[in-house]
């Protein structure tokens, strides 16, 4: 009788020992998981090998955040479409904006392409510059440092560990990057062509250029004529390819590419993007091999 | 022309003045403190086999009416939407909103249309409540159902199902009270909520006197009138989401149709209004799926029915019980961010009057079949056609009118990023 009174009386306390961090992104989910180690547990809102600006905001996801202990997303507007209503309907204070146990990693690094006038005439832009800051590998390391810190500021008892496995990874991650620009030095230059610009922090990071976008402007659906457009570009600026993301049909893509001869290359965007893309590390192995 | 050249170089400066002092920089500015705003426009081009003057005279029989065209209450005139042949602008909707405090947000959505402008929502929103409840108050779109507490321009078909529209009227269960939400620590969707509610709904559950005040028809009742459950909870298989939900409303019911020019009359009793809902959702990738939405709406109204004539002297004033109920079930495939294509099938089920305890004789087959096919050109601009048959409307000599309506819709919407609930 007494152990199972221990047993009861315990059992809540391992539960509240172990953060439940919920994350809007697979790769945020990673990294979290890294450096909160056995700590914490996290849970992943969208899938990865969906358009992150459009996740159907699904009742299971409401549980999801009013389960949570904290939540940290991407911000710079990629979640504006669907996490408001996922916070406003979990009635979670842990999750509300103005807590403590929330963070907005996009306030943490610096977002480019940051519009000069914000329009919709220009397509859905997102007016606080471009939010796929994830992927320079450079930015992986300001927010696994701000993860870092958010993590010890809601559970200072293990700093040392946060502090530890950060540390690993820091390391682990600086001799990555040189192996990863080692093989995109014979790169550095070349023109590529996306659906949308969601590689501009890797472009930048390995001296690549994006001359032009299938999709007309941000948000707005192809059309015939700036297809046409687009080949006659691709025919004068001799670009080395289209990147394209896994979840637009590469139907436009293809078709450009049978008219011009430049191959597509699909390019995952986050961890299970792609099968056998399951750390942070294996996105940036393929992204940096895929380009042949 | 020094003159000239003075007050231009003035006026440069001032502009230029204008243009460089920073945001940030400008002494008492509040600019960064304007909530959130949008504006959406909701119009339509509506092609129906039956004249306007004829239209607002059709009723459902034993069940509703008015539901199409416009009438005259008194002094005001009101509109349903899409209510003449030819343009409608159906309303304006000017949402704000923002936080208040650390401790509540507050959100208001106005309609402005040619009759005025109608207060739809006026809400706060606690978010800093403990167990996990969320407490709204003010006017709002009650969590009844599936349906009801989406907006016009967030629905599928540009009009409401049948059976809410009959049972309910346009607006639903849209009310002035306090909603109280507790979503539970299970590993699946479960929500429970309860509301209070004043009870102001024309078609169902009102509780306003009718008639002269010194002697009425049918006295009135002292709100709060209406109070409203429901749980609704959603599993995930796959990428299949599963939700379903029960409900149940009950208030006072006053039902004015006193000064209406032909057959016045009235109704006061109790009404109760149960809902089962049940939505199915599979995603076949980022941008297409199909949706599969049915609700079942059944209402019990119980009271007395009061016959008048003209001059609004009682004539007859039976004991009415109306057993009714109803359902919708429409399937929508979403293409792409373009398209998407829909059906729905209507039916009242039961239509059971029973006065003075004599079950009165109503027609069968009170359905409608609609289509729809929409066209976005952006997230924030859709275009919809969408053609119906409606086969439950009956006129004044009790003849069954077949309704045959085009409806060419539009929604434009500008401004701060909607983002609507599943």
């Not at chain 1, 969208?46 to 991407?74: E, Q, Y």
């Not at chain 1, 293809?254 to 986050?270: A, C, E, W």
């Not at chain 2, 000599?397 to 919407?413: D, H, P, V, Y």
Request: aromatic share 10%.
């Amino acid at each position: 009788m007494k152990k199972l009174l221990t047993l009861i009386t315990l059992l809540p306390l391992t539960l509240l020992a172990h953060l439940n961090i919920a994350v809007s992104y697979p790769y945020i989910g990673a990294l979290t998981k890294t450096i909160g180690g056995e700590h914490i547990t996290t849970t992943v809102l969208a899938k990865g090998n969906w358009d992150p600006h459009f996740i159907i905001p699904r009742p299971s996801l409401i549980t999801k955040v009013r389960n949570a202990d904290a939540l940290i997303m991407n911000g710079g507007q990629l979640e504006i479409g669907w996490l408001p209503p996922l916070i406003n309907r979990a009635g979670n204070p842990k999750t509300s904006p103005s807590s403590a146990t929330f963070l907005n990693l996009s306030h943490h690094v610096e977002l480019i392409n940051k519009p000069s006038e914000v329009d919709r005439k220009d397509g859905d832009i997102h007016p606080d510059g471009n939010p796929h800051f994830h992927l320079d590998p450079k930015n992986t390391l300001l927010l696994a440092n701000t993860i870092k810190e958010f993590l010890i500021s809601i559970d200072t008892e293990h700093r040392d560990v946060y502090e530890k496995n950060f540390a690993v990874f820091l390391d682990m991650w600086h001799k990555k990057m040189s192996e990863w620009s080692q093989k995109m030095s014979d790169k550095n230059g070349l023109k590529v062509i996306q659906f949308h610009d969601n590689l501009a922090y890797f472009n930048k990071a390995y001296g690549l250029t994006n001359i032009g976008t299938i999709e007309p402007l941000p948000g707005i659906p192809t059309s015939s004529k700036h297809t046409i457009n687009t080949i006659e570009l691709i025919k004068r600026e001799n670009p080395c390819c289209i990147l394209h993301d896994v979840y637009h049909s590469t139907k436009t893509a293809d078709f450009i590419s049978q008219k011009t001869g430049i191959k597509v290359v699909l390019m995952p965007h986050d961890i299970e993007a792609l099968e056998n893309i399951d750390n942070l590390s294996a996105l940036f192995d393929y992204l940096t091999g895929a380009i042949k | 022309m020094k003159k000239i050249l003075l007050s231009s170089a003035l006026c440069t400066a001032l502009v230029y003045g204008a243009d460089v002092l920073p945001v940030e920089k400008r002494t008492f500015d509040q600019s960064k403190f304007i909530p959130d705003i949008s504006l959406v426009m909701d119009a339509s081009y509506v092609d129906r086999n039956v004249k306007d003057d004829e239209v607002g005279h059709l009723e459902v029989p034993g069940v509703a009416h008015g539901l199409l065209g416009s009438h005259t209450h008194g002094d005001s005139n009101h509109a349903t939407y899409n209510a003449e042949n030819g343009f409608n602008l159906n309303y304006a909707e000017l949402v704000l909103s923002s936080s208040v405090d650390p401790f509540f947000t507050m959100d208001g959505i106005f309609h402005f249309s040619e009759n005025g402008v109608e207060i739809e929502e006026l809400f706060f929103t606690s978010n800093a409540l403990r167990y996990d409840t969320k407490l709204k108050g003010g006017k709002f779109n009650s969590n009844f159902g599936y349906l009801n507490e989406q907006h016009h321009h967030a629905w599928d078909f540009a009009d409401m199902p049948l059976v809410y529209e009959s049972f309910l009227g346009m607006h639903g269960i849209n009310e002035v009270g306090a909603q109280l939400q507790w979503t539970a620590p299970t590993p699946f969707y479960l929500m429970a909520g309860f509301e209070i509610l004043q009870g102001e709904n024309e078609q169902m559950f009102g509780k306003e006197t009718i008639g002269d005040v010194e002697n009425p028809i049918a006295e009135g009742e002292d709100g709060p009138t209406l109070y409203v459950g429901y749980i609704k909870a959603s599993h995930d298989i796959g990428d299949t989401t599963i939700l379903g939900g029960i409900s149940y409303a009950q208030g006072a019911s006053r039902i004015d149709h006193s000064t209406d020019e032909e057959n016045p009359h009235a109704f006061s009793g109790d009404a109760k209004l149960y809902g089962a809902d049940l939505v199915l959702l599979h995603s076949l990738d980022s941008y297409s799926s199909i949706k599969w939405q049915s609700e079942y709406l059944q209402r019990e109204l119980d009271g007395t029915q009061y016959t008048l004539d003209v001059d609004g002297n009682i004539t007859g004033s039976p004991l009415m019980l109306k057993k009714q109920s109803g359902l919708y079930s429409q399937l929508i495939y979403t293409h792409d961010k373009n398209w998407k294509i829909g059906l729905r099938y209507d039916t009242i089920l039961k239509n059971d009057v029973i006065s003075n305890g004599l079950n009165v004789e109503q027609p069968n087959g009170l359905d409608k079949y609609t289509a729809m096919a929409e066209y976005h050109t952006s997230e924030f601009a859709r275009f919809r056609l969408q053609y119906s048959q409606d086969n439950a409307m009956f006129n004044e000599a009790g003849q069954r009118e077949k309704i045959s309506t085009i409806i060419l819709q539009t929604n434009i919407s500008i401004g701060a990023h909607g983002a609507h609930s599943f």
